[in-house]
């Protein structure tokens, strides 16, 4: 369906999306890394609910990356992740 002129909308779930996108990394409070690997990756970012069992399960074997011990809003972690990637 085209949402709108140049927009697209598929019923997809989140398993076939990431196997169409760049390997994916999660940020995550709890997460391992505070660098980010050389680009194309595909950032997922998470909201105020916790993954879903199907979600867990599509980033399984997805690195997960912290961008520090504080919890932050998704449009901040954006500012911070384009910065971070800014200097790979």
């Known amino acids: 369906v085209e ?6 909308l598929h019923r997809i779930g989140l398993a ?8 994916a990394m999660l940020l995550d409070e709890a997460g391992d890394a ?6 194309p990756l595909t950032l997922v970012l998470g909201d105020d609910r916790d ?14 990356i912290s961008l ?9 972690c954006i500012t911070l992740a384009h910065h971070a990637l800014d200097g790979a």
């Open 34 to 39: 505070e660098t980010f690997p050389e680009p």
């Open 51 to 64: 993954l879903t069992e199907e979600e867990r399960s599509a980033l399984a074997d997805a690195p997960r």
């Open 16 to 23: 076939e999306l990431l196997a169409r996108l760049p390997p």
């Open 68 to 76: 520090g011990d504080r919890s932050l809003l998704s449009s901040a």
């Open 3 to 8: 949402a709108s002129p140049g927009v697209t």
